[in-house]
């Protein structure tokens, strides 16, 4: 399936993304920003279909968007919000701000610049496996001793949860 | 332009693979109507079906038999005032019913309808699935928060928490129904609805049939967890009247509204779909091979053409029961001009060239209209569920069966 | 019984007899709580039927508090009723049956007569503002407390 | 009209109690499953019930004020205002307490007929309850049911007594009309009508999972707290206490029937619903057997016009539906009784409640007010 418009949706993605991380920042309702991150995590998630990685994209919807902003608006929800809402949002530390970015603007460039072998100079081809197979192999082939542990901790974080809110059942 | 449409309706790949946009739109404008038109035969159906479980005669009076009810009802809910609670949050307030019913739509991009009829046959369809259908869960939550009275916020947390916790049991059964699709030997498995179709055809049993008890159960893990998905029949707490008014769309109203009752039966039609697909041979007609052979094939093509006479037959029966009193007069004329627009489709499902096309698109959504009935029977039939036995009944009954059939399915299958 | 209630308490019981089969004892104020514990453990009169009052207004003491009671196991009733005078507390029979909670507080909601010892004494029929004890004699059949009326319902009277 | 001095029993001694998330939910006046204007204050902590309390009066129209200025024959179709799903017991419990103040005895025939008419009323009373019941706990068809057969009762009082609900059917001294011409024929065929309905309701609800599952175990209360707070009628044998007027202190010729009194052994609201089912066919073989032996004579005793009972006072109790319903009547020779004073059921039954719903969840609190089965005009009176 050949692609269509690729640069028109790559721009059309990003920027939504970019936006929509701007939004997260400077809503003073938590919900509202709340909702930007959700779109924002769609937006990538339209950017791994675009580089025909469709599992991973699907992944994202269900884990990212359906499942943690769900319990990220839930705990949104359950502690009220009027009094935060109040305080002033931007306290004096924008001087600390503004010196991370230059920072981070920084970093941006040296890496451009120099690791300029890292990124792959052509567009991404259609692979022959399909993303999911290629993924299976990889997890459940030679990195399957890092996914057990990371499935261990993944279930000590579980147990602590219900051993902290076992005072209230 | 005609045999360009006629080198489409036999190629093999669907339009979305095919990458033309303008099949692709067509079919998304195809299923938008099909699916407004059920929507609004399922608002009919429901009630006259619960009415007459109930001994009682359901809407009658709009229309012969109540059939012009539907209409009358989005005509009622279009002009209805939509109030907006004062301090609600206005932007919130307006996205959450357009997330809800995004959502329910976009399910609709996977679902094959036939070998070639989907909109796209993504090789990740199950998985699309999946996460579109969890995203509905951020509409309802929204749509609670931001009518910021007590009662839909409660409504809105109960809705969301069983949600969440069903889509696990339903992720599950899900998966060991694709485990199926992989395990005959001469493909892998596949995630994309048609291919898993098309295993059931060519390993030539239905998954809920297959390695017996584990299809069936996982079935069953499904049809439970789809209930308790769309908040329907004996898991409708959300919207438990007795206790927390109407659940998190209290504060809608018209318009909005018709939005959430939109989006609830098309999710319900969706997740139904879904069923059918992974476990009933989505668009096989039943006992494909053990009734094989040219004379059952002419029998179960000519299906189609009987259920729609068989309908204009009872539209009829219905006119010769009508009242003589002239103030039926308009009624009895509509009914007989239904009854023949029925009789018509029936005649015209006869011919040959049309007959087999239709056969898997009819053969789908009449197995979905099976389901659509067992929704209406449950809601008949079951008193509601208390919120902790519903969680318990989804974490400590579902999630554990769900688990074992996909180890059980596992196991046969390699032993198989 | 009846008469191993009266060696007993004696001066306490005023009269104790049967009317039409049915049959009651006048008792003396003072002595009434203790004579409905022994009525309860000794005589297994375990289910207290109703509370209620008759006002008689040309009478010095001008209430009659009247207890009903039942025994499952001697499939048997009595009356115990005594007289208190407009103001006077009579003993509250909630420590021996709790079933006396709220009919003591329907008698006080609609005779004013306080029964000391009552754990929530407070009007159950009437709204708690409401001023006069309907089921008096002085009280008028369609009188209403006009005060209470104007400021909550905001209407004149409700007549 | 909130009145901000409520006051929760529970209040004084557990003061430290108020930690964060306490929630005090009214379960306002005109919520859909009170039956009629009851209103409980609820306090929640998240889905657990601390403790209730109820506000009742709203439907308070002073019926023992008023028959204080009302002759005995006048003040007869008040009483059917009360219990209004239940009035033709209320009617009989009152005509037999004036009787028995005259020292009159009703004719035979007038018995037989008063025991028809008010084991039928058991019958709808009961089917009333099921359907609200049912569909508080969310199973909307037994609704339908029963008031289709519960519509064939009220057709029978309806050709007997003029009136469908407050019937006032009968008059001190016995019946005032005669049978309808194809009253028993009437009454056979209700009879075969029904008998196989119940089994119906029992078909829908008693082995359906859910139904079982939301009230086996929810609102139980023991033997001992029923006699404790005097709670009477089926709660009380669905706690095992094999008690009922019609069979302990029997009247209006109940003693040559011959029936059961169903009782439950755990006192939950499953038991309950078993007693309440068993008692719907208990008074079908009641009302066979009544049909059956019903004598010829006279239907009205010998009453003078004006009645004037002789000074006296006495207590009277029949088996109404709902429980233990009493009546007190102090007479001073006029022809208006100078105090009459009603024990209502429901009105005992509902303090159970705050017992029964203790460390409850919210939805039970629903299906205990139902399966109490108050009607709020014989709360209130």
Same mark, same amino acid.
């Given at each position: 399936m050949q692609p269509v418009a690729t640069t028109f949706f790559f721009y059309f993605l990003s920027g939504l993304t970019l936006i929509a991380g701007i939004l997260v920042i400077t809503r003073r309702n938590p919900v509202h920003s709340a909702l930007a991150l959700i779109l924002a995590l769609l937006g990538q998630a339209g950017l791994y279909l675009m580089l025909y990685a469709p599992f991973v994209a699907g992944v994202q919807i269900i884990l990212y968007a359906g499942g943690i902003m769900v319990l990220f608006l839930f705990v949104i929800m359950l502690v009220n919000i009027e009094k935060s809402q109040k305080e002033e949002q931007f306290n004096k530390q924008w001087v600390v701000g503004i010196l991370a970015a230059v920072a981070l603007g920084v970093l941006f460039v040296l890496v451009y610049t120099k690791g300029k072998?890292?990124?792959?100079?052509r567009v991404a081809q259609l692979p022959e496996q399909s993303n999911t197979q290629q993924i299976a192999v990889m997890l459940y082939g030679n990195y399957m001793f890092t996914f057990e542990i990371a499935s261990l901790l993944l279930l000590v974080a579980i147990i602590g949860a219900v051993v902290m809110a076992k005072k209230r059942i | 332009m005609l045999e360009y449409i006629k080198s489409y309706l036999d190629s093999n790949t669907t339009p979305g693979q095919a990458g033309n946009l303008f099949w692709a739109s067509v079919y998304i404008l195809l299923i938008f109507l099909g699916l407004s038109v059920a929507v609004i035969a399922m608002n009919w159906l429901e009630r006259k079906i619960l009415a007459h479980m109930q001994v009682r005669l359901g809407p009658m009076r709009v229309g012969p038999h109540g059939l012009l009810q539907p209409i009358a009802d989005a005509i009622k809910l279009l002009i209805k005032e939509d109030i907006m609670p004062s301090q609600a949050d206005g932007f919130v307030f307006w996205v959450a019913p357009i997330v809800v019913v995004i959502t329910a739509f976009t399910v609709f991009i996977v679902v094959p309808f036939g070998p070639t009829h989907a909109v796209t046959d993504m090789n990740i369809g199950v998985l699309f699935m999946l996460g579109v259908s969890s995203l509905s869960v951020l509409g309802i939550v929204t749509a609670g928060w931001a009518s910021n009275s007590h009662y839909p916020l409660m409504g809105a947390l109960r809705s969301s928490a069983q949600m969440v916790s069903y889509e696990i049991a339903m992720g599950l059964a899900v998966v060991s129904a694709v485990l199926m699709t992989s395990l005959n030997q001469t493909g892998t498995g596949t995630l994309s609805m048609i291919g898993i179709v098309q295993s059931q055809q060519v390993q030539q049993i239905w998954f809920a049939f297959k390695f017996f008890p584990l299809g069936l159960i996982a079935f069953f893990v499904f049809a439970v967890a789809m209930v308790a998905e769309t908040n329907r029949a004996p898991f409708d707490l959300p919207e438990a009247e007795s206790e927390l008014t109407a659940g998190f769309h209290t504060e809608y109203s018209g318009f909005r509204w018709s939005l959430f009752f939109l989006a609830e039966y098309s999710a319900m039609i969706a997740v139904s779909s879904i069923a059918v697909t992974l476990w009933l041979g989505g668009w096989l007609r039943p006992f494909p091979h053990l009734l094989s052979g040219s004379t059952w094939d002419l029998v179960f093509s000519l299906l189609p053409g009987i259920t729609f006479l068989l309908l204009g037959l009872m539209a009829f029966v219905g006119v010769f029961r009508m009242p003589k009193h002239p103030y039926f007069r308009v009624q009895t004329i509509g009914l007989a001009g239904f009854g023949v627009v029925l009789g018509l489709i029936g005649l015209l499902l006869f011919l040959p060239p049309v007959r087999d096309r239709i056969q898997d698109v009819f053969w789908f959504s009449a197995k979905v209209a099976f389901f659509m009935y067992l929704y209406i029977w449950y809601r008949g039939t079951f008193p509601r569920y208390r919120f902790d036995q519903l969680m318990k009944v989804g974490w400590k009954v579902l999630l554990p069966v769900g688990i074992g059939v996909l180890i059980l399915t596992a196991v046969a299958g390699v032993l198989l | 019984m009846v008469a191993k209630l009266k060696t007993h308490y004696l001066s306490g019981i005023l009269e104790a007899n049967t009317y039409l089969g049915q049959n009651y004892m006048i008792v003396e104020t003072s002595i009434v709580s203790e004579l409905l514990q022994v009525l309860r453990d000794q005589e297994q009169f375990d289910y207290c039927v109703d509370i209620t009052a008759v006002h008689y207004?040309?009478?010095?003491?001008q209430f009659d508090v009247i207890w009903i009671l039942y025994s499952f196991p001697r499939n048997e009733r009595i009356r115990v009723k005594t007289m208190i005078a407009d103001g006077e507390t009579a003993p509250s029979a909630v420590p021996i049956w709790p079933a006396a909670n709220w009919l003591e507080r329907e008698v006080y909601d609609m005779f004013g007569i306080h029964f000391d010892g009552h754990p929530n004494l407070k009007r159950i029929l009437l709204p708690d503002g409401w001023k006069g004890h309907p089921l008096r004699k002085d009280y008028g059949i369609i009188q209403q407390d006009q005060e209470w009326v104007k400021i909550n319902l905001g209407i004149e009277s409700g007549q | 009209m909130t009145d901000p001095t409520f006051h929760l029993e529970l209040q004084e001694h557990e003061?430290?109690? &108020? +930690?964060?998330n306490e929630l005090i939910i009214n379960m306002g006046p005109q919520h859909p499953a009170t039956h009629g204007v009851l209103r409980v204050i609820l306090k929640l902590d998240g889905e657990k019930v601390l403790g209730t309390e109820c506000v009742i009066g709203y439907l308070h129209r002073g019926v023992e004020k008023i028959a204080e200025h009302r002759t005995y024959t006048m003040f007869n179709p008040y009483v059917d205002r009360m219990d209004y799903v239940a009035a033709v017991s209320n009617g009989l419990g009152y005509c037999e307490s004036v009787e028995k103040l005259l020292n009159v005895e009703a004719p035979p025939r007038a018995k037989y007929i008063r025991v028809i008419l008010a084991e039928l009323n058991r019958l709808a009373s009961h089917m009333l309850w099921l359907g609200t019941h049912a569909l508080d706990i969310g199973a909307i068809t037994p609704l339908f049911y029963t008031f289709r057969d519960r519509e064939e009762i009220l057709k029978i009082f309806e050709k007997y %007594?003029?009136?469908? &609900? #407050? #019937?006032?059917?009968?008059?001190?001294?016995? %019946? &005032? /009309? @005669?049978? /309808? @011409?194809g009253f028993e024929r009437e009454v056979k065929k209700f009879l075969d009508f029904v008998t196989p309905k119940i089994g119906e309701y029992e078909e829908l609800l008693t082995t359906n999972r859910i139904w079982v599952e939301r009230t086996r175990g929810v609102g139980t209360i023991s033997a001992k707290d029923c006699i404790a707070l005097g709670v009477t009628g089926p709660v009380l044998r669905a706690s095992g206490v094999k008690w009922d007027i019609r069979k302990a202190q029997p009247y209006a010729a109940y003693a040559d029937f011959d029936f059961e009194i169903p009782i439950g052994q755990s006192g939950d609201t499953y038991d309950r619903y078993i007693v309440r089912m068993e008692e719907m066919r208990q008074s079908l073989r009641i009302i066979a057997q009544a049909i059956d032996r019903i004598p010829e004579g006279p239907?009205?005793?010998?009453?003078?016009k004006v009645i004037k009972p002789p000074v006296g006072e006495i207590y009277h109790s029949i088996e109404a539906p709902k429980g233990e319903l009493g009546y007190f009547i102090v007479s +001073?020779?006029?022809?208006?009784?100078y105090r009459v004073r009603v024990r209502p059921p429901s009105f005992v039954n509902l303090q159970a409640l705050d017992l029964m719903v203790r460390d409850q969840l919210v939805a039970d609190v629903i299906a205990v007010i139902g399966t109490l089965d108050i009607v709020l005009g014989e709360v209130d009176r």
């Open positions: 072998s890292l990124f792959p100079d | - | 207004p040309r009478r010095e003491k | 003061k430290t109690f &108020l +930690d964060s %007594c003029g009136a469908r &609900l #407050t #019937t006032h059917a009968f008059r001190i001294g016995g %019946c &005032l /009309y @005669e049978t /309808y @011409e239907i009205m005793a010998k009453v003078p +001073d020779g006029s022809t208006q009784p």
